[in-house]
């Protein structure tokens, strides 16, 4: 059974300084990884997804991905107030009838001004 | 337009006492998820309808039901509520099954409060 893990549980950064958020999983026929992001009472809401090998950019927002590692890693470039969240990983194995997502329990990120 | 729209926002219920929780799409797509989420737990996949077939999570599968009378709608069901069943509930659409490579919708939540 696939086992998502995030660390750090929570995570403080000051205005404008990068902030890295790391996940590992464990099934290694995993090709979907996907980062979203909750806001205090609301919905998920998706920032990115990767399927392979490298680096893929949204906006402020950077997965890279290493499976021969098990890690995939969410950065975020120059982050606001307003990016303070929860941010869940969420990783998947696509074909067959596996429709679940396996999510990590989150990362809490506060961004300081 | 990628909105997932869940009613209500807050939903206060007694123990011993059914909760029905509303979900709707306009995308048109083939996939609806229910959610569970606790604090500091990740978000649990409580069941899907892809299409008219519903799935739902051996170890869920006594606590809830659900409906989807048309590609639309979404409703989840407890038919007794108990205090653990005190969460936020997530629903999601996806065009086909999740694990296809495809993108899951989040709506904003209904946080259920049973006391």
């Known amino acids: ?113 | 337009d990628t909105t997932v729209k869940q009613n209500p926002r807050y939903k206060l219920a007694r123990v011993g006492k059914p909760v029905n929780l509303i979900c709707s799409q306009t995308m048109n797509h083939d996939t609806m998820y229910w959610y569970q989420k606790k604090p500091n737990q990740a978000p649990k996949l409580l069941l899907f309808y892809y299409d008219k077939i519903l799935n739902r999570e051996a170890d869920t599968f006594e606590k809830f039901q659900s409906s989807r009378p048309n590609n639309s709608f979404c409703s989840l069901y407890i038919g007794s509520a108990g205090l653990e069943y005190s969460a936020m509930y997530l629903c999601a659409s996806s065009r086909r099954l999740g694990g296809s490579a495809e993108t899951l919708y989040f709506g904003s939540g209904t946080r259920l409060t049973v006391l």
């Open chain 1, 1 to 113: 059974q696939q086992k998502v893990q995030q660390s750090p549980e929570s995570l403080t950064v000051s205005e404008g300084a990068m902030a890295s958020l790391n996940c590992t999983f464990s099934d290694r026929s995993s090709d979907n990884f996907r980062w979203y992001r909750q806001h205090s009472g609301k919905g998920l809401e998706v920032l990115v997804s990767i399927f392979s090998d490298g680096e893929k950019e949204e906006g402020s927002f950077t997965a890279h991905l290493n499976r021969a590692s098990l890690h995939v890693f969410l950065h975020i470039r120059e982050p606001q107030p307003s990016d303070s969240a929860l941010y869940l990983c969420a990783v998947s194995v696509s074909g067959g009838s596996n429709a679940k997502l396996t999510f990590g329990k989150g990362t809490k990120l506060s961004v300081k001004s």
